[in-house]
Every structure is written in structure tokens, then in C-alpha cells.
């Protein structure tokens, strides 16, 4: 397993109580990981391959193979787009499946291009359909097929999860351009820093998520704070590419701290109106099977009072 050492004169040296030396703390380096790893990424290859080979190969040749090249490239990008799909469902409690399966048109779309491509040597039309049909089959072996069901969602009104879906996606293209805007400061403890505070929200979305009934409770955290956010890292960002202010960044900082402070304690909440309501929902059912003559024991935090 990969380490990360640090020292002295690393951008996220620690103080002696575990806490990194310039207030820049809070859970600081937590990024997400992409999903997109090698074998995707290797995919790219046989179509640059097949483009290289069939330049000697006469006109006719030559059309085949760009098109099994651009074929074979489009099979690529969908598969990295598939992989990112599905890494969110999975990390996700409560999820639709995808509303294009990426991954299993991009194994038919590679047998589609090895076909064209076997088609620029021999010719053979059997031999080609042979060729893409094990393609496709060691593609689907490889990386798998995407998601084919809802997850977490039976019980759920649609409508609801729908403006949840809808306002998660908002959020995350401000955090993405929160991120595309610290890139420009040049502060890796900075970039830290913010990838903590998105951690915080990416908590409450997915407590939102979870029971669509609280958005309405967290729209103003979801919406008009994240912006704020977004346009205070910006502005930040410029300022500190012109010149490094220390009572800009110091101002930056803290309000960082504030929002993400603020994020917390509203997911907390959402949190804890969700266990209300359940307990509610129980000394309601425990009393109507009480009425029925179904007596149920009493725990610790039930009992009767005397």
C-alpha cells in the first residue's frame, strides 16, 4: 500500500498534537479517487495501434481501419464514463441504475471495432464477427456490465428523489468548480483544505439522498451557501495567482471553517429529525398493536412512565 510521508518541509507537516501546522487541519487530503484506472485508460491503445498498421494498407484498408480506430476510441471514452457511474452508485446508500448502460455498449462497440479491423486483413466476414464476439466477451470478463437496478429506493416517492437528484447534480458542479478554482492558488495544503470542506457536504447530500423528505430543510445549505462558497473561492484564488495575501488567506480560512462548522451541525440535525421521526413512527405502531391486544416488551428507552 502507498504511503505518504511527511517531514519538516512537506506542504502538510503536522504539529506535535497530530494537526497540520497551519490551521489548515479538519480531515485535510481527503480526495476522491478516480475510478478510471489503467486498464481503462489502455484502452486507448488498440485503437492507435490499428490506425498505425492499416496506413500501408491500401485506400480501402486505410478507411477501415479509422474507422475501427474511432470505433474502438468511442468504446474507450464510454467505458471511462461507465466506470465513473458506477463508482457513484456504489458509494451511494440509495441510487437509480444508470440511465445508459456505458459499460455494455462500449464491450459491443469494441467487438464492433476488432471486427473491422480483422475485416482490413483478410477480408473474412465470418472470421471478423468471430473476432468481435470474443471481444465483446473478454471486454464484459474485464470490467463487468453496469448496474441494472435501483438501489434503496423502494418506498421512496420518485418526485422527491428526482429534485434530490437534480439538486445533488447542482452541487456537485459547484464543488467541481470549487476545485477547478483552488488549482489556480498553488497551495496544495489550500487544495486539502477545501477537499475537506467538500467531504463535509457530500456527507449531507448523502443523508439527503437517503430520505428525500429533508430537502426542503437543507435547499438554502445545497444552494445559496455552496455558491457563496464557490465565489469566495474564486475571487481568493485570483487574488493569491496576483500576489500572496496571508490576511486573505487567514480570511479564507475561516470562513471555510465556518461553512463546513455549519454543514456539519445541519447534517447532524437532518440526522437526528430522522430519529425522532422513527421513534415516533414506533410509539405510534406500538401503541395501535397495544390496542389490538398485542402487548410487545418495553425497551430502555420506551418504557411507561409511573
Known amino acids: 500500500m502507498a504511503q505518504r510521508f511527511g517531514g519538516k518541509f512537506s506542504p502538510n507537516e503536522t504539529g506535535g498534537n497530530g494537526a497540520p501546522a497551519g490551521g489548515v487541519g479538519r480531515g485535510a487530503g481527503r480526495y476522491r479517487v478516480d475510478p478510471v484506472g489503467a486498464r481503462a485508460n489502455l484502452m486507448f491503445v488498440p485503437a492507435a495501434m ?38 457513484a452508485y456504489n458509494e451511494r446508500k440509495v441510487a437509480r441504475r444508470p440511465a445508459i448502460p456505458r459499460k455494455m455498449f462500449s464491450s459491443a462497440i469494441a467487438g464492433i471495432g476488432i471486427a473491422l479491423a480483422a475485416l482490413t ?10 473476432y468481435g464476439a470474443v471481444t465483446a466477451g473478454l471486454h464484459i470478463a474485464a470490467f463487468g456490465v ?61 443523508t439527503l439522498e437517503e430520505d428525500p423528505r429533508d430537502l ?25 495567482a496576483r500576489a500572496h495575501d496571508e490576511a486573505a488567506r487567514a480570511d479564507y480560512l475561516a470562513l471555510l471553517d465556518d461553512l463546513e ?16 421521526a422513527l421513534e415516533v413512527e414506533i410509539s405510534v405502531l406500538r401503541d395501535r398493536l397495544e390496542r389490538e391486544g398485542v402487548h410487545l416488551p418495553r425497551t430502555s428507552n420506551s418504557q411507561e412512565d409511573t
Open 50 to 87: 490499428v490506425l498505425f498498421t492499416s496506413l500501408a494498407a491500401g485506400a480501402a484498408g486505410l478507411a477501415l481501419g479509422a474507422a475501427s480506430a474511432g470505433v474502438l476510441a468511442l468504446s474507450a471514452w464510454l467505458l471511462r464514463d461507465g466506470l465513473r457511474a458506477e463508482a
Open 121 to 130: 486483413g483478410d477480408g473474412n466476414i465470418i472470421a471478423a464477427v468471430l
Open 146 to 206: 453496469d448496474p441494472l437496478r435501483d438501489k434503496g429506493m423502494e418506498g421512496i416517492d420518485t418526485f422527491q428523489q428526482d429534485r434530490v437528484a437534480r439538486t445533488v447534480e447542482q452541487a456537485e458542479a459547484l464543488l467541481a468548480q470549487m476545485s477547478d478554482a483552488i488549482l489556480r492558488a498553488r497551495d496544495r495544503r489550500l487544495e486539502d483544505r477545501v477537499a475537506s470542506f467538500q467531504s463535509t457536504v457530500r456527507n449531507m447530500l448523502r
Open 216 to 240: 426542503s430543510a437543507a435547499r438554502r445549505y445545497t444552494g445559496v451557501y455552496l455558491m457563496g462558497a464557490r465565489d469566495a473561492t474564486t475571487r481568493f484564488a485570483d487574488l493569491n
Open 261 to 276: 462548522d455549519n454543514f456539519a451541525a445541519k447534517t447532524q440535525k437532518l440526522l437526528e429529525n430522522d430519529q425522532g
